[in-house]
């Protein structure tokens, strides 16, 4: 596609429920990265997929999350038993193989736990 | 691990002055620097960046920034500031290889008319 494309858009849910966030990256981009801000806050990275080496995944902050990425196509990050403090925007990245390329971002998911 | 600091979280310049947002960053090798803004309520976009070369970079909106690797710092400047510039600016360092892109905290930028 012509950039990064993330779905939902919005997302709001019950405190306790499974959430699984989409990332579609660049086409041809091998690195894929999620971050998560929260409202007036920094980027905190989460985790970091490149072609088909072991994730980066020293940015997850508890094992309710996790991510998955299909060859270096499509990736989804899921958030089981969701928690208030898990309310941020998640953003997702792509960049190309060599690693001097700058990193394009979708508009993120807006999730809100109530 | 690589990190970056962006001491300040707000500067504020009045419009025509020069800005200047300032990073500093930690890597074990050498670094791949980046520059990007984020206007309200839309994504981030890129402004300029470091691979290496000519230490002073230049970049979109009239923006650039200085590599300084004995004081690792990735300052960005713009001679005139635009009210229009007010955004929040985040300086981010990759280390070559296989590593990931890592953010500092960001930094309010508020130009005043």
């Known amino acids: 596609g012509a950039g990064v494309s993330q779905s939902p858009s919005n997302k709001v849910t019950e405190k306790g429920k499974d959430v699984e966030l989409r990332c579609d990256p660049i086409?041809?981009?091998?690195?894929l990265y999620w971050y998560r801000q929260r409202l007036g806050q920094g980027l905190e990275f989460l985790i970091y997929?490149?072609?088909?080496?072991?994730?980066?995944k020293s940015g997850l902050p508890s094992d309710r999350f996790s991510a998955e990425r299909t060859g270096e196509s499509v990736s989804t990050l899921t958030i089981q038993r969701t928690q208030q403090e898990d309310s941020a925007v998640y953003l997702c990245?792509?960049?190309?193989?060599?690693?001097?390329?700058?990193?394009?971002f979708g508009q993120g998911t807006r999730l809100t736990v109530v | 691990a690589q990190s970056v600091a962006q001491p300040e979280d707000q500067v504020n310049v009045a419009e025509g002055n020069p800005l200047t947002v300032k990073c500093t960053y930690s890597?074990?090798?050498?670094?791949?620097l980046f520059w990007y803004v984020q206007y309200p309520n839309r994504g981030l976009q890129f402004l300029l960046k470091?691979?290496?070369?000519?230490?002073l970079v230049k970049g979109s909106y009239g923006f650039e920034a200085e590599f300084n690797k004995s004081q690792t710092s990735f300052h960005l400047k713009k001679p005139s500031a635009l009210v229009s510039d007010s955004a929040l600016y985040f300086c981010?360092?990759?280390?070559?290889?296989?590593?990931?892109?890592?953010f500092g905290k960001g930094t309010r930028l508020s130009v005043i008319a």
């Open positions: 990245a792509s960049s190309g193989r060599t690693g001097t390329g700058e990193a394009f």
């Open positions: 086409s041809g981009h091998t690195a």
């Open positions: 997929f490149q072609g088909n080496s072991a994730p980066d």
């Open positions: 890597v074990s090798g050498n670094p791949y």
């Open positions: 470091y691979i290496t070369g000519d230490n």
């Open positions: 981010a360092v990759r280390e070559r290889g296989n590593t990931p892109l890592v």
